[in-house]
């Protein structure tokens, strides 16, 4: 699946399958995770500033839990997030409909068009 779809997959697992709170915790370790990501320059430099920043210690410590906590918290949203995922591509039929919308509205050869059908 493109990026694009996964991500778009992904908003809607969270906001349908979690918490308030799963929701909150899992979006500030990704995001700090992210900034992380975008300073480093190789995956090696990624884990060394992982480190040294320790991102998941502060999240523990802003929500008040131990490292251990967090790390046990974590690893049940994704794999509710994985399962949840999984199940949707499983039940989701995607039908390319590009060529229809294309000839009937505009012809962009950078575009794709889908009809989803879930069951």
């Not at 909150?24 to 900034?35: A, H, S, T």
Request: hydrophobic content about 35%; charged content about 35%.
């Amino acid at each position: 699946m493109e990026s694009y779809l996964e991500k778009k997959l992904l908003e809607k697992v969270m906001s349908r399958f979690l918490s308030k709170e799963e929701q909150l915790v899992y979006e500030k370790v990704i995001n700090m995770e992210n900034r992380i990501s975008e300073k480093a320059s190789t995956p090696e430099h990624f884990m060394d500033l992982l480190r040294v920043e320790s991102p998941h210690q502060h999240v523990a410590e802003a929500f008040e839990l131990s490292l251990p906590e967090l790390l046990k918290i974590l690893k049940e949203i994704e794999e509710k997030i994985e399962k949840r995922t999984e199940q949707i591509k499983v039940e989701t039929q995607w039908m390319d409909c590009t060529n229809v919308v294309s000839a009937a509205f505009e012809v962009n050869n950078n575009r794709k068009y889908f009809f989803t059908e879930g069951r």
